[in-house]
């Protein structure tokens, strides 16, 4: 047995309880201390210490381990380390270079690698298994109440900097069901491959390894691919979505149509919005009157009231829709009974909270701010009860805090 006394050095990460009942002679049952200590040997983050009986007549050397260790032979610490990291979105060179400062042991790369395989692939089933787990949960909602079984779907990249990169090599998306607010099915593309791209730089052969490659066209293009593949999935199991919302990209949407003929879409809301404000934008640079930074939040507001206070009729939405532009320039006619017009109640003082001065507009050619009307009442049908891709997008962001720019 070597002795060294390496293991009185920096820190360990230790379970109380699992030292408390093994610090006994393996032999004599004696209780062992831990300054008989003769050597450690660490693996993973975890260690043995070989402690050396008190017992003169004794003297045997027992292996006593600082924590759990699962059936595989190998610390629950390692793994849970590896999830952690995993979980906050940490790469090896900075879980190295936290725990190096602790003063902690540090696992080599390749163990780290093996581990965090291992791991992904056993998050990847639970995923699995989560997402049919929702798909049968909201198919049986959804039948239940006697409604279509409607899934919002939105799609993100990696490495966005400003708006949509679409150089990017990572996309992934989801789908979530409307009724159960669960991740009912997700996929992921990928135009790089760590392992490929270390053999192809060295001009060789690749050898044959899980690749994580499955990607050759554009970053942009990944987006309708995966709506089809994670529809067509949702269908085999059974599960065959009848309308889904999303947000205004129409490839995707026409794509989709190819496969699922009878597919219906519905607009998302925060999309719908984005809509108004960016046609309202584009019309203040001819109009001065929209200049003013309330103008264009009001007018979208007026036309978000429109739509999902009506969300139900198409009728009702078209209505509410004719309603804006006399009342922005001061007929409230058809304001009638509508509680967000105040102007019946006193009509001498009426003043508009959100427009400059109080005043109406009066430019009497914002005709174009009345197209922009007509047009979102032809398209009436698609407004009703909009979507919203909320929940992806705030999957998307979870996905992205985990997602290590660079390991
Ligand atoms: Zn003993
Ligand atoms: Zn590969
Ligand atoms: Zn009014």
Excluded at 126 to 154: H, M, P, R, Y
Excluded at 372 to 385: F, H, Q, T
Aim: contains cysteine.
């Amino acid at each position: 047995m070597v002795i060294d006394s390496n293991w009185q050095v920096g820190r360990r990460i230790v379970e109380l309880g699992v030292l408390a009942e093994k610090m006994y002679c393996c032999r004599c049952n004696v209780p062992l201390y831990l300054h008989d200590t003769l050597h450690e040997r660490t693996t993973g983050f975890g260690s043995y210490l070989q402690i050396i009986c008190t017992n003169q007549e004794c003297r045997t050397v027992t292996d006593v381990p600082t924590g759990k260790v699962g059936r595989t032979g190998s610390f629950d610490i390692t793994a849970k380390i590896v999830i952690g990291m995993i979980h906050a979105g940490l790469g090896y060179a900075q879980i190295r270079n936290f725990l190096t400062e602790c003063n902690l042991p540090v696992m080599s790369k390749s163990c780290f690698q093996k581990h965090e395989k291992k791991i992904g692939k056993i998050f990847v089933s639970a995923g699995e298994e989560s997402c049919k787990n929702a798909q049968q949960l909201e198919k049986e909602i959804s039948a239940d109440k006697e409604l279509e079984l409607e899934v919002s779907f939105d799609a993100g990249w990696q490495k966005r900097d400003s708006g949509f990169n679409y150089n990017s090599l990572t996309g992934h998306a989801s789908m979530i069901g409307k009724q159960t607010g669960k991740v009912t099915c997700y996929d992921i593309r990928s135009k790089s491959c760590k392992f490929c791209e270390h053999h192809e730089g060295k001009k060789e052969t690749v050898p044959s390894h899980d690749c994580c490659r499955n990607w050759y066209g554009s970053s942009k293009s990944m987006e309708p691919d995966m709506a089809i593949s994670m529809a067509h999935k949702m269908n085999d199991n059974e599960c065959a979505i009848d309308v889904i919302h999303a947000d205004n990209d129409s490839t995707t949407m026409l794509k989709l149509k190819l496969d699922f003929e009878n597919l219906k879409k519905k607009d998302d809301q925060n999309h719908t919005t984005m809509g108004i404000t960016k046609s309202l934008i584009e019309l203040s640079k001819r109009h001065k009157e929209l200049k003013p930074g309330e103008v264009i939040p009001y007018l979208n507001r007026c036309f978000m009231y429109a739509i999902t206070q009506n969300s139900s009729s198409e009728l009702q939405i078209d209505e509410g829709l004719s309603r804006i532009v006399p009342h922005v320039f001061e007929d409230h006619e058809l304001c009638g009974a509508v509680d967000w017009c105040t102007f019946k109640d006193d009509p001498i003082s009426f003043k508009y909270k959100s427009l400059p001065n109080g005043k109406p507009l009066i430019s009497e050619d914002l005709r174009r701010f009345r197209n922009l009307i007509e047009k979102y009442k032809s398209k009436a049908s698609s407004l009703r009860n909009l979507g919203s891709t909320q929940a992806n997008e705030s999957f998307n962001h979870s996905v992205a805090t985990k997602a290590p720019k660079s390991k």
